[in-house]
């Protein structure tokens, strides 16, 4: 992060999970750049933390698994700003690790619920917002994951809805196209946050051929970087996937 004042813009931003980790830097990377950003995420403490005293980010408490909470957090963004240029979709979570006999139907759903349900919530929202302003148009990212590609042991339920997210992604950009309305993609590895702590240090990851091992990672504001890149191409420019 650089120490020099943002540029002021008129573009608006939302990002959700943005209480902590990917969703916290790619914020301030926002914020950094100049966007006002709306701060989405269950908890209103650590959105705050998140806020960093910065005017320009509205914190709002929303569960995205909750279509009301959902749709009334992207209307007071719109009541506050006018208009929604990129949303970072990027709620998520990791279920309970289990081998997929073992699985539980709860523990399936929950995922299912944040991970796809909650997704396609915030997208649809977001959709809706950039079809129906003027001008038309906007940016969709969604937060795959290196599981939409290839699973982990023991993680049905976030590989199962990771690879969903890229079917999501692909569909929003298709049926975008009238509006305006680009989508796209990143499919971030391990980059140093809470979440792939025990990737990390303790006895390490899980592998495929039964042994543990700890794995490298990368620091979780080139994450931010990436995202801003994404954000600030050009209306006529797709990055499907990052």
Not at 163 to 172: F, N, S
Not at 197 to 218: D, K, V, W, Y
């Amino acid at each position: 992060m650089t120490d020099t004042p943002p540029v002021p813009h008129d573009r608006i931003a939302v990002v959700t999970g943005a209480g902590s980790g990917i969703g916290r830097a790619v914020a301030r990377a926002l914020l950094a750049d100049g966007y006002r950003v709306a701060l989405l995420g269950r908890r209103l403490d650590p959105l705050v933390e998140t806020a960093a005293g910065d005017e320009r980010a509205l914190p709002i408490a929303v569960d995205v698994t909750m279509e009301a909470d959902v749709r009334d957090g992207f209307a007071r963004v719109v009541e506050r700003w006018g208009r929604i240029d990129v949303v970072f979709n990027n709620a998520g979570i990791t279920g309970e690790s289990a081998s997929f006999g073992d699985l539980s139907s709860s523990d399936w759903q929950a995922v299912v619920d944040v991970n796809l349900t909650g997704a396609m919530l915030v997208a649809r929202e977001a959709f809706r917002a950039m079809r129906d302003q003027t001008p038309q148009g906007g940016r969709i990212i969604n937060n795959g994951s290196i599981a939409a590609h290839s699973p982990r042991p023991n993680s049905a339920p976030y590989t199962a809805t990771k690879h969903a997210v890229t079917g999501l992604t692909k569909q929003i950009e298709l049926d975008g196209r009238p509006f305006g309305i680009t989508a796209g993609q990143i499919d971030i590895g391990n980059t140093a946050t809470q979440l792939v702590s025990s990737f990390t240090e303790g006895p390490g990851a899980l592998q495929a051929n039964g042994t543990r091992m700890h794995e490298p990672s990368f620091p979780v504001e080139e994450v931010g970087e990436a995202v801003l890149f994404m954000a600030n191409r050009g209306s006529r420019t797709t990055v499907t996937c990052l």
